[in-house]
């Protein structure tokens, strides 16, 4: 089994131009434990210095919530977290359609077979993936598509924002992670495979030295169920490894926002945004 010890440090900051006088927030920074790897240590500080409270949300990520309640021209959210990845052995048996078309499978995944509005797709885009898929199990399909859909939509830094769908970005054939994400996702439910988008962190080298700081990514991949949940990298078109970290899951990006809120005040003059990863072991 290969295992990496990952440290990870994600700095937001925003200014306004004049004070702010309250605010409402939700931050998901903080990585999960889960089959793939383990939460070490993690710290979410905040300034100004507010009580904060943390809960799991439906989807089963960690939310840090906080008020600011005095005046300020500033915030700054600082999330510090240590955490072991590890590959996983598969100890369950791909299923097959007969499976996926079950009404209790369909019950149990219903929010993953939904699509969204950011997800959704068109026939004119389902047509052709249905032609990839072929006769194929739903675990090889499901490969098949996303390995499409990556030949399909050039990876262009810039080219989209956080309000694109899917079918735009399918439109213009170019995006980023997201918008592979989001059409990955898409496109299997619209096949009838529950499938989930995936945010956290990526350290860009897949050999990274130990010891040596590196700017990391925050990035976004799927997970299909075909018996098990499978991870796998649309962008990069391959298997989610240990230089993968997760930190939420949802229906589209609109489930994992890393910062959203709502505040009484001018709008943010800045914003500043700094992913540090260092493998430590």
Known sequence: ???WRLRVRHRTGIRYESPVLASYNEVRMTPLSDAGQTALETRVSISPNVAVARYRDYWGSQVTAFDVHTPHTEMVLDALSVVETHSRARTLEKVGWDALHDDRVRDSHVEF???TEHTAVEDSLLEPARAMAGGQPPAEAARAVADWLRDQVVYETGSTGVHTVAMA???ERKGVCQDLAHLTVGTLRGLGIPARYISGYLHPDAEAEVGATVVGESHAWVQWW???WTSFDPTNGKPV???HVVVARGRDYWDVLPHKGVYSGPAGTALGVQVEVTRLA
Request: glycine share 14%; hydrophobic share 35%; no cysteine.
């Open 1 to 3: 089994m290969t295992t």
């Open 113 to 115: 077979l939904t699509p």
């Open 169 to 171: 970005a399918w439109a």
């Open 226 to 228: 075909d018996g098990d």
């Open 241 to 243: 490894g240990p230089e």
